[in-house]
């Protein structure tokens, strides 16, 4: 028998290099296969959906409001003169606001008066006139009708005074109406014209927010606007103190909606709370009934496939995982809400989503310790 050794120096250089080569090519190939039997599992984050509430919440945002605002203006037009107030003014009834230029109008008082006297004038000269009339008639002097014509003219000039006298107090009205002034308590929430400004009879001036009780005004899309009825009892939560917690209840609802944001206006009455101060930021939660059973998956579940919405599920006996299109209906603060797609028992990837593709074999942590690292069962 011959040794490799002795039989590499028999051989011809190239059967020697085609040797060498078919044994490194064998090398190769089991390498190859060790490689292909080492398979990678990976370790993913899950949710388990369980079944849906009875149940849902609608959380609006808005903003505290008085409930009665007044856009107080002038009763007469004019250039604004002064103007006494500034926004967070507290006002009380009768203080004055704002004035306008009451020239013309103090002329149009002499004016009055002037005409006044001289209708007063004309009824004295008048009652000489009838009395005269009167006495030639006792006398036979004067025929009947000089005295009816003598009386229907002092008729007439106690007319004419008493319509001096209205126009004067007219126009004393006009003068007090260039000083604007409060009706009631509350705080001036906008000021809508300055010094200089001309304004209309009528244009809001100065916006007072009346002291009293409090609102929640929240914008609501008609997709939620049917949940919300007048009465029904809400809670209330603030921005500024997260411990404040109130009870709400629906006074109000627009009959129409907004021209352009498409949503309906809804004001909810707050209790009096010294806390609760105006423009402060107010989130509206209502409880409605959840006839659609959403069911509801983190955001970072959520993933995309030929441009379609779906999510990764994950087999419980095989530990593989498989793509599953869902119907979602809406998306909110805390996550989304799954209309069809998903059941009662189901595993979703909750986190990586970009990684998984069908039949990746995965590793899924037990139920102790799912819920010890943050997965949580949803609804």
Excluded at 274 to 281: A, E, K, N
Aim: proline share 3%.
């Amino acid at each position: 028998m011959f040794s490799l050794k002795t039989l590499s120096h028999r051989m011809p250089s190239v059967i020697r290099l085609a040797l060498v080569s078919a044994i490194g090519l064998g090398v190769a190939a089991c390498s190859e296969e060790k490689a292909e039997v080492k398979q990678v599992v990976r370790p993913v984050k899950v949710v388990e959906i369980a079944k849906a509430g009875d149940s849902r919440k609608l959380d609006y945002s808005g903003s505290v409001k008085a409930r009665t605002e007044m856009n107080l203006g002038f009763r007469v037009a004019g250039k604004i003169t002064e103007r006494l107030v500034d926004i967070g003014d507290r006002v009380t009834p009768g203080d004055v606001l704002a004035r306008v230029d009451s020239t013309d109008y103090q002329l149009a008082v002499k004016t009055a008066e002037a005409n006044l006297a001289a209708a007063e004038r004309a009824v004295e000269t008048a009652d000489l006139a009838n009395r005269r009339a009167e006495q030639l008639f006792d006398k036979n002097v004067a025929p009947k009708s000089q005295l009816e014509q003598a009386a229907l003219s002092h008729d007439q000039a106690i007319s004419q005074r008493d319509a001096a006298l209205s126009a004067l107090d007219q126009a004393k009205n006009q003068v007090s109406y260039t000083e604007l002034k409060a009706g009631q308590n509350g705080i001036v929430t906008a000021i809508n014209a300055d010094i200089g400004q001309v304004v209309g009879s009528g244009a809001a001036v100065v916006t007072v927010a009346v002291d009293g009780e409090k609102e929640v005004q929240i914008a609501v899309p008609e997709s939620d606007i049917a949940e919300f009825r007048p009465g029904k009892t809400v809670k209330a939560s603030f921005w500024a103190d997260d411990k404040l917690i109130l009870d709400g209840k629906v006074r109000e609802v627009s009959g129409s909606a907004d021209q352009q944001s498409r949503t309906f206006a809804v004001r909810v009455s707050l209790p009096n709370d010294p806390q609760v101060l105006l423009g402060m930021t107010a989130t509206i939660e209502a409880d409605v009934s959840n006839a659609n059973s959403y069911v509801s998956i983190p955001l970072s579940a959520l993933a995309e496939k030929d441009g379609k919405q779906m999510v990764w599920t994950v087999d419980r006996d095989t530990a593989t995982v498989h793509g599953r299109d869902i119907k979602v209906a809406d998306f909110t603060g805390d996550g989304v809400h799954v209309s069809e797609g998903l059941d009662t028992g189901d595993l979703v990837i909750s986190a990586g989503t970009q990684f998984m593709s069908e039949n990746l074999k995965v590793r899924v942590p037990n139920q102790q310790s799912a819920l010890a690292d943050t997965d949580q069962t949803v609804r």
